[in-house]
């Protein structure tokens, strides 16, 4: 029975992680908050997509270190094939910030709320 109850403690925790995780770079984010009114945005992330202006993407994979993320993208834009890209992402708090150095400008954003 001890072992029973560890095991569903274990698997809620890692549940509850992953959720907690998701939501630190999860969410619309704005270069200004101007942006942010009418539910606008900039960037658009979930679980399974990402969308910058004009670009939207299919998150295939995510890896966490810490406060960065980097997410392993197939993206489509306007009249272009689809391409497999990646975009490292760092959260703090309420601002998002583009590490790996390229693909959109200005690199960091800020949280809609």
Do not use: H
Request: aromatic share 10%.
């Amino acid at each position: 029975m001890t072992k029973l109850i560890l095991t569903f403690l274990t698997l809620f925790l890692m549940l509850v992680n992953g959720v907690v995780a998701a939501q630190e770079w999860t969410g619309r984010w704005a270069i200004d908050r101007a942006t942010c009114a009418d539910e606008g945005y900039d960037l658009f992330i979930s679980k399974r997509d990402f969308v910058i202006w004009e670009q939207s993407c299919k998150i295939l994979k995510v890896r966490k270190s810490g406060p960065k993320v980097r997410l392993g993208l197939q993206c489509s834009g306007e009249g272009a094939a689809p391409s497999n890209e990646f975009v490292e992402l760092r959260v703090l708090g309420n601002v998002i910030e583009r590490t790996d150095g390229y693909w959109f400008q200005p690199n960091v954003m800020k949280r809609c709320r």
